[in-house]
């Protein structure tokens, strides 16, 4: 059980998984010993300063939400990840590690041996759809053995599967730079790139945003972010209340409390974007040694916050039109008499900032806004149809944020309430087909859909 523990632990940590990757691929390659000990290093480092840029921006983001319900009288449930796999260890604890431990061993056997040659490496994402599992399936019947094979399969198989079907788009949103998209927002980000494509033909990047010289300083995207979110803050502060703030802000003065998150938040994306590049700088060559030794042809799938720095204004710019998104998701199940969910701004951020970067590679400004809108829309209304699947469980007041934990969820709740464990078999056999029917129509070493490789 200790050892369980211990290597759910290690498995579910994205800085150690990153440098374990980065040791393999540099010991691969015979790089020199202090080359493997830098090379290892910097990729934790890397992560742990995204992990911390990310922790400022969701303990930013934790007063606004409050505020925001204060002020416009908003009740109902808020979907975290974190919250309600916190829940969820009550539980299934057990099952959940199980599962992330033959999750990951699937997803190194599918890289090796089918030509969905993606490995995910973002830990934490992975242990989230390992506790979905365990409570999707253990709610349609399954249990001990079968329940941790099943679950594993299913979060390997999906851990390749996802990066692959975008990657055409990644390699747009890149400028060709070999990774893929490691985050269970997947289908949400690679649907607004489908968006943008429709409705932003002709329209100029976000990032070609022309700016008078005047304001220059708007260029800065640190400076041009504190100045967004200052502005959302104050007004949200202001809706609430100074009595309201005041209970938040630890006796510190309401609007200046309001003004220090919004720069606070903005400090954070900074903080991201520089862990970020420590990250790439050491990864993407030591995992070339995996990609020639290990695995031929492995590409890397990485967190979404990686992909921020290659479109900076469509980050800002997604992720209010996901949060508006949200916003009217809400209102329309309210009308419609369903389940609230308020608009949770961390999944708005993460996700619909990414949303919007995909829908600015393929659509430009249009693309970005409309895509991010339907990426908000969709991150309202699956939470409230994923509720009665969870619910079995005891997780009625609280459900995933994300896109794929959503529609896999609800997909496999259905169809295991519907046909129980033999539907849930079934969606097992077509998966499989999927996975090695590439291999068997176009047999080939390269990775399915990473253009880069198969033009090489």
Sequence with gaps: MAILEFLKDLLSEPAILMGLVAFVGLVAMKAPGHKVFTGTLGPILGYLMLAAGADVISGNLAPLSAMIEKGFHITGVVPNNEAVTSVAQKVLG???????????????????????KYVFL????????ACLLSAVLGA???????????????LGAWSAISPAIGQKYTLKVTDGDEIAMGHFGSVGYYLS????????????????????????????????TALTMVIFYLISAIAAGPEF??????????????????????????????????ILADLLPAFQGIADKVIPNAVPAVDCAVFFPYAQTAVIIGFLSSFIG?????????????????????????????????????GGRRGAIAGAFINGLFLAFLPALLLPVLGDLGFSNATFGDFD???????????????GQLGIYLVMVVVLVVLFLPSILKPSQNAINNIETEEA
Excluded: Q
């Design 245 to 278: 703030v005041s209970t938040l802000s630890d006796g510190k003065s309401p609007y200046l409390y309001a003004i220090l998150c919004g720069l606070k938040f903005a400090v954070g994306v900074t903080v991201v974007y520089s862990g970020v590049r420590m």
């Design 326 to 362: 949200g916003l009217i998701g809400m209102f329309v199940l309210g009308i419609a008499g369903g389940v609230l969910i308020i608009p949770g701004l961390v999944p708005h951020f993460f996700c619909g900032a990414t949303a919007g970067i995909y829908g600015n590679a393929t």
């Design 193 to 224: 790139a489908w968006i943008g494509s429709i409705v932003g033909k002709g329209s100029k990047s976000t990032e070609d945003i022309e700016v008078p010289e005047k304001y220059g300083f708007l260029r800065n995207t640190t400076i041009s």
């Design 405 to 419: 934990f959503g529609w896999i969820g609800i997909l496999l709740g259905r169809i295991g309430g519907s046909f």
């Design 122 to 129: 973002t830990g934490h994402h992975s242990f989230f759809m």
């Design 140 to 154: 349609v019947g399954f249990k001990g053995t079968a329940l941790v094979l099943v679950g594993g399969f299913f």
């Design 94 to 116: 057990v099952e959940t590690m199980s599962i992330l431990i033959v999750g990951l061993i699937v997803n190194l056997l599918v890289a090796r041996f089918t030509r969905y």
